[in-house]
């Protein structure tokens, strides 16, 4: 984009070329490959290899179309692959709809594709919707011909826990391989061998682990890459599919959910450039089996009073009235001293029935949805830069970015949409990208990013003194993750840097709900629509809506203030959707569940916040419901209900109910009625306050002796419940390390292969990993890795000092540096 001297923005004109395709002419932008140009006249040349997301590769031959003229009046020679062939000016091209050489050649590359393809159509998990089935039929003879033996393989191989090769099913088409290279960065497929041996083989140097490996079985034209989980289990056309939106992350990606009686067989990848393209990540795709377990709650539940032996009263299964009645008289003894707490699961439309309970209801603005550690400077952060911006930085703005800046975010972990867009941006036009952290993990390198090495705490100090390498402009992005929250003063200075530097800033938490609940006012200190309890006019503005004579006024408490209390046995808790390992301290959030004089639990599996809960009312998994998700962008993400069950109350007609036996009103039991009220409140209007101003002390000196610095963040595979009962899943999780510098590893003397991290609470035990370039005297752990819960254990967090010793596992060398082996097999990946 230019701009004129008047300062109006001018797009430059595209440059046109005209040509023709089967004798009708069209114009098309510089650059259209062939078979783009057919699309647009609604002319379909049958293609394996070519996909739109992918560099052209001419590998299958199957699109052969015939240049009668190639602009300069002359004939070429052969039939050319249309996937590979800019139209050129003057350009005359024949497809196999009027030429008879384009015609035959198709014909022969059908036939010489399916010599030794096997004829398993009936039993193969691509049979129904499989390309080569259909291009077969089209573009292809009645009969085979061939004679021979057809070539075979031992079947299927395991590319990974999760990703099933059968190799004779294969035409080569090396759409998984360019995949893995050019979009995910995972070079861990490639072709082996030559001529009539080629074949799909896993990468010498690594496995198959990736966390976008599904896409591979999605985009094979054939049934060659099939999945562990769905393998056998169904035929495309017995399933029914439903649009949906991805659950596990805040990124909001479009997914279908294909199921058959009830139940859900899989889930595939949707279509939306705008957002996710054609991606999705491997927990999107096969991580949707966690309610199907025994503790899947079917009926309301109440706790029996405690027996004469001072024996706690056990749960028993109890009718709805009965539940609402028991819950209702400990809420109501409870008075004002009353709080509640709300997880990442809600919709937007969900949170809103909380909010509203939680004021019009129980009289509180005791309400905080960050099941995780936080902090007043984040509080004020969300209300101020968050909450009623609407839709703010997008995907497209990232790949058009001129630097992107991430604070507190690891995108690969915790955002993958993100970062795949991070890193198609670095690799089609080299987009500069920094991250503030203590070394460059493995999807950084990927994506490209430069490493501002900052010892965790110390991320104030670091944005306020950034190296010169940094350029940040009104072009540029800065993307902050939730875990900012950890470290004091780092929000503030994001804030300020935005400011100075006139780059756009974008919050990114980890969980679907989050941002919803921002907009929905799910914070002790936020109405809806972004604006604060204490603006008298919106408490006026919201009190009309809500059809109330007043709301309740003075701060609410936050999360841990509101377990702090109920620890103490005063207060009373309503909680939907939050898990105690999310918390900085997970003991303390027990302690709190147990001593609470009531507690009432909306949830949709049994957890340790049922168990300790007087009240248990069973709700609808997302499946079963519709709603909204509000996505990092802030675009709103609607989706209808998969599997629709009347028999399961969602969260907003329980709380409907309970308002009613209140004897007050809630006024919305459906989606529907709260989306109208949230268009009432102006939940969209741009509504912005003055940046907060809380400062706090960044600075984080270096630990001597044995204590260094913890850096934590949560992997996208990890102990999380919504990955429960997914095996084949979970064998591609990375396994967990403790991550060091060469320095902090040399300290811990030669050949140490274990590390001890401990606290005074705990102490795991890791192998060791060193990290060139790393910031010394830090120690990096998985937060939440398979029986090494960095909460649960050792009760600390980003930032936290840790004792770190030698473990009882010696080698005679010291272990390999990973990461760095990592990055150069991307490198060579990138460079093939």
């Known amino acids: 984009m230019t ?23 069209v114009s098309v932008p510089k650059g259209t490959l062939v078979i783009r140009a057919a699309e647009m006249m609604g002319i379909a040349i049958p293609r394996f290899c070519d996909h739109p997301l992918l560099d052209p590769a001419g590998a299958c031959r199957q699109c052969l179309v015939e240049v009668t003229d190639d602009g300069r009046g002359r004939p070429m020679p052969k039939p050319q692959t249309s996937c590979t062939l800019e139209l050129m000016p003057g350009m005359k091209v024949s497809t196999q709809l009027t030429s008879p050489v384009a015609n035959k050649a198709q014909w022969g590359q059908m036939e010489f594709l399916l010599i030794n ?60 391989t360019r995949f893995s290279e050019q979009i995910a960065g995972d070079p861990f497929i490639a072709l082996a061998e030559r001529g009539a041996l080629q074949q ?44 949906a939106v991805g659950e596990h992350d805040a990124c909001g990606a479009a997914i279908r959910v294909d199921h058959r009686r009830g139940r859900v067989m899989r889930r595939m990848s949707g279509d939306d450039p705008a957002v996710n393209e054609e991606w999705i990540t491997d927990r999107d ?64 439309e969900n949170a ?21 550690p936080s902090s007043a400077e984040e509080a004020e952060f969300l209300a101020h830069a968050v909450a009623g911006t609407g839709l703010g930085v997008s995907y497209a703005d990232l790949e058009a970015a001129s630097g992107v800046l991430l604070v507190s975010l690891e995108p690969e972990d915790e955002a993958g949409t993100i970062f795949l867009r991070l890193r198609k941006a670095n690799r089609k036009r080299k987009l500069p990208s920094w991250t503030v952290a203590p070394y460059l993990s493995y999807g950084a390198t990927k994506a490209g990013t430069t490493l501002v090495p900052t010892r965790p705490g110390a991320e104030a100090a670091a944005l306020a003194a950034l190296p010169d390498e940094v ?117 303390a959030v027990r302690e709190g569940l147990e001593n609470a004089s009531f507690v009432v639990s909306l949830e949709a599996r049994a957890s340790d916040v049922t168990e300790r809960a007087d009240v248990v009312f069973p709700i609808a998994t997302v499946e079963q419901q519709a709603g909204t998700f509000v996505n990092w962008e802030g675009r709103e993400r609607p989706f209808d209900a998969v599997l629709p069950d009347k028999t399961t109350m969602n ?84 396994r967990p390390v403790a991550r060091l510098s060469p320095r902090t590893y040399g300290d811990l003397g030669v050949g140490v292969d274990l590390v001890k991290v401990s606290t005074a609470n705990g102490e795991l035990e890791l192998p060791a990993e060193v990290v060139p370039g790393m910031v010394d005297g830090v120690v990096w752990l998985p937060t939440n890795a398979p029986g090494h819960s960095v909460t649960e254990v050792l009760v600390a967090g980003s930032g936290s000092p840790v004792e770190l010793r030698a473990g009882a596992g010696r080698t005679e060398e010291p272990p390999p540096g990973a990461i760095e082996d990592l990055r150069s097999v991307t490198q060579e990946g990138d460079q093939r």
């Open 3 to 25: 701009t004129t001297d008047k300062g109006t923005d001018v797009t430059p004109a595209v440059e046109m070329v005209n040509g023709t395709i089967d004798g009708v002419e």
């Open 117 to 176: 393809h096997p004829l398993d159509c009936p039993i193969c998990d691509k049979g129904g919707e499989c390309p080569l089935q259909n291009q077969a039929m089209s573009n292809g003879r009645g009969e085979t011909r061939y004679e021979g033996v057809k070539r075979t393989y031992p079947k299927p191989l395991n590319i990974s826990s999760q990703v099933l090769l059968d190799r004779e099913r294969c035409i080569l088409c090396a759409r998984c």
């Open 200 to 243: 799909v083989a896993i990468y010498e140097r690594q496995p198959f682990q990736s966390y976008f490996s599904g896409n591979t079985i999605q985009i094979c034209p054939v049934g060659a890459l099939t999945s562990a989980a769905y393998r056998f289990r169904s035929r495309p056309f017995d399933l029914v599919s439903t649009p």
């Open 285 to 348: 795709r096969f991580a949707f089996r966690s309610t199907r377990g025994d503790d899947r709650l079917t009926t309301p539940l109440i706790r029996e009073p405690a027996t004469a032996a001072g024996e706690p009263g056990v749960l028993r299964p109890a009718s709805w009235p009965e539940a609402i009645d028991v819950a209702v008289a400990g809420l109501q003894r409870a008075g004002t001293d009353v709080g509640v707490l709300t997880g990442g699961r809600l919709t937007l």
């Open 352 to 372: 809103y029935g909380y909010g509203k309970f939680a004021r019009t209801v129980l009289g509180t603005n005791s309400i905080d949805f960050r099941s995780r």
């Open 471 to 587: 350029v940040l402009d009104g072009d540029a992005v800065i993307l902050v993750g939730e875990r900012a929250a950890t470290s004091p003063g780092t929000l503030t200075a994001v804030l300020e840097l935005a400011g100075r530097t006139g780059a756009r800033l974008a919050w990114v938490p980890r969980r679907a709900g989050d941002r919803g609940a921002v907009e929905a006012g799910c914070l002790p200190n936020l109405l809806p629509g972004g604006r604060t309890t204490d603006d008298p006019a919106a408490r006026i503005d919201t009190q009309t809506t809500w059809g109330v004579d007043s709301l309740p006024t003075g701060p609410g408490l936050d999360a841990t203030q509101m377990l702090a209390r109920a620890a103490e046995g005063r207060f009373a808790l309503v909680v939907a959707g939050v898990e105690p390992g999310d918390f900085a301290d997970p003991h």
């Open 651 to 734: 969260d907003l007609r329980v709380l409907a109910a309970l308002a009613d036996a209140f004897g007050s009103r809630l006024g919305v039991r459906t989606p529907a009625a709260a989306a109208r009220e949230l268009t009432e409140l102006g939940v969209w209007d741009g509504n912005r306050a003055a940046a907060p101003t809380t400062q706090a002390d960044g600075s984080s000196g270096r630990s001597t002796g044995g204590e260094v610095t913890l850096a934590t963040w949560r992997t996208m595979l990890d102990a999380s419940r919504g990955n429960d009962h997914e095996p084949a899943l979970m064998g591609t999780a990375r």
